[in-house]
């Protein structure tokens, strides 16, 4: 098993494949499904996800729309869960962006009572890909802000500002920090 996500891995690096993953808990017994194999077959049935897929081991694949979905049943506490599976959909990015809603849609109609996202390299690169320009906008703001404030209301503008909770967080990342929290 160990060899094989070694292997999976490489693949998805040298393939650019992107991974989704969540956590379907049953804890009210409220879902039929009890084998990892019941969701495989109930996911392959969902004619809306697919185009043409096919089940080998436990997994589906579809070659036309290049999406894999395993599926693997965790062990739980029998006294607080009747059941839990991890679901993991690998593919292009592009392709998982919406077929990973329809999935957790379909696993809600399933009724597993709580569902976790466990793995989102879709948000993660788009995260990735996003925060410079948050970061660049936020730098020019925070410069805004402290150029006008300090030469327009004086040094005592922090002190006319920040209420209590804002000073607390300050304090807090202050202590996080040690250079320049001390000279600044």
């Known amino acids: 098993l160990d060899t094989f996500n070694i292997h999976w891995q490489q693949l998805k690096i040298f393939t650019k494949m992107t991974t989704f993953e969540v956590l379907c808990v049953d804890s009210k017994g ?3 499904i009890i084998e990892s194999e019941g969701l495989l077959h109930r996911l392959k049935g969902n004619g809306k996800l697919w185009k043409k897929p096919c089940i080998k081991s436990n997994e589906i694949i579809d070659n036309e729309l290049k999406i894999s979905c395993r599926i693997s049943k965790l062990e739980t506490n029998p006294d607080t869960v009747n059941s839990a599976f ?3 959909i690998s593919g ?3 392709q998982l962006e919406q077929f990973r ?5 379909y696993l809600k109609e399933e009724k597993f009572d709580s569902i976790y996202v466990v793995l989102d390299e879709i948000s993660q ?6 925060y410079p320009h948050i970061n660049s906008i ?3 703001l925070r410069k805004f802000l402290i150029l006008y ?3 327009k209301l004086g040094p005592k503008w922090w002190n006319m500002m920040a209420d209590s909770d804002i000073e607390r967080k300050v304090n807090q990342r202050r202590n996080n920090e040690t250079v320049f ?3 600044i």
């Open 138 to 140: 936020e730098n020019l």
């Open 149 to 151: 404030s300090s030469t």
């Open 92 to 94: 292009n990015s592009e």
């Open 86 to 88: 991890l679901v993991s």
């Open 125 to 130: 690169d788009f995260g990735a890909k996003l």
């Open 101 to 105: 809603v329809q999935v957790v849609k």
């Open 30 to 32: 409220f879902s039929v």
């Open 181 to 183: 929290s001390q000279l």
